[in-house]
């Protein structure tokens, strides 16, 4: 199985709602990053959060990392229609090199 | 079910070799895409093959990459001649159909001395 496994696998809400997304990682991790994917065309890197921070903030984005529980959250507030994609955690090991990514939770957000 | 497949995992080349990455995608997936990410950047593009053909390869970096898909199966990333500026990890995904989630390879870590 992938590290990085994303919950829940689809999440659909109403335009104005908060959307929040976990993910959930294995081994030890120097960052962890979220990515949105828009309808197949490819990665758009949202925000990166380091091992030694614990929350981050971008816009209407919020980014939480608890490394004693190997998890991070991602939670879009007002959520809007042209939020709707894909969203993906990915992992950072600089020891080896090693990049994982999650299967994503594909997010629904009704008009 | 098998999951995306990337060979080799890792590929350590000299400048001006050609090194060729392979991607089995999930059975059944049409839409296999490729990225790349240089060292400490992002996550970046590469190109989107629908079965047999190339539906968008705006994110190719240049004509020493070429990305085939033969039989609308497999599918293989050349690199020739390579340069240091090659070296980061390529990852392959596929998805069944498009604007569905992609599912990742494990990538392969491509090092150009």
């Known amino acids: 199985s992938q590290q990085g496994e994303e919950d829940p696998q689809a999440l659909s809400i109403q335009e104005g709602e908060n959307a929040t997304m976990n993910c959930s990682y294995k081994t030890s991790i120097n960052n962890l990053q979220w990515y949105r994917q828009n309808s197949g065309r490819g990665l758009v890197h949202l925000i990166l959060?380091?091992?030694?921070?614990r929350e981050k903030h971008s816009g209407r984005l919020r980014v939480t990392l608890d490394t004693s529980k190997k998890s991070s959250s991602l939670l879009i507030t007002a959520s809007r229609a042209a939020d709707t994609a894909s969203y993906f955690c990915a992992t950072d090991n600089y020891n080896n090199n090693d990049m994982r990514f999650g299967a994503g939770t594909r997010l629904t957000v009704k008009p | 079910e098998a999951g995306v497949t990337q060979f080799p995992s890792h590929s350590v080349i000299e400048k001006g070799q050609t090194v060729t990455l392979r991607c089995d995608p999930i059975?059944?997936?049409?839409?296999l895409y490729w990225y790349r990410r240089v060292m400490g950047k992002e996550i970046k593009f590469l190109l989107h093959f629908v079965k047999e053909s190339k539906q968008d390869e705006s994110g190719m970096p240049n004509n020493r990459f070429l990305a085939e898909r033969t039989g609308g199966t497999y599918s293989t990333l050349k690199v020739q001649p390579a340069e240091l500026e090659d070296s980061g990890v390529y990852f392959c995904?596929?998805?069944?159909?498009?604007?569905?989630?992609?599912?990742f390879g494990p990538g392969t870590r491509l090092l150009v001395l």
């Open positions: 959060i380091r091992s030694n921070e």
């Open positions: 995904a596929s998805s069944p159909a498009w604007g569905e989630t992609q599912y």
């Open positions: 059975s059944g997936h049409d839409n």
